[in-house]
């Protein structure tokens, strides 16, 4: 697994977006991809953001990436059973 952090630049700040690569790629694949993330952004460049990115290779860094994006996730998951819980729940009254 690789992980790359993006940082997205705007004219009040910035915002650090990490992407997580789980699949191996050629790191001329890595680019491309990066880059077209990048290029594709549906705000980009007609809100005047600039990209700036680099692999992790801290050690704490990376972990503290990864262990943040399985706490979003967790959290999506939990949203998405209480989510079907309730659509359930209703199903059984009507």
């Known amino acids: ?5 993006v ?4 004219r009040n700040g910035n ?3 990490p992407i997580l690569l789980l699949e ?5 694949d890595m ?4 880059e077209e993330y990048c290029d594709n952004d549906s705000n980009g460049s007609n809100y005047g953001y600039h990209y700036e990115w680099s692999f992790v290779e801290d050690e704490t860094e990376f972990k503290d990436i990864v262990n943040n994006e ?6 999506r998951i939990e ?6 819980n309730n ?8």
């Open 87 to 94: 659509i359930i729940k209703q199903l059984k009254t009507k």
């Open 15 to 17: 915002v650090i977006i």
């Open 24 to 28: 191996e790629m050629s790191n001329e």
């Open 1 to 5: 697994m690789k992980v790359i952090k």
């Open 70 to 75: 399985i706490k979003k996730l967790n959290s």
């Open 31 to 34: 680019i491309d991809l990066i």
């Open 7 to 10: 940082n997205k630049k705007f």
């Open 79 to 84: 949203g998405l059973i209480n989510y079907k």
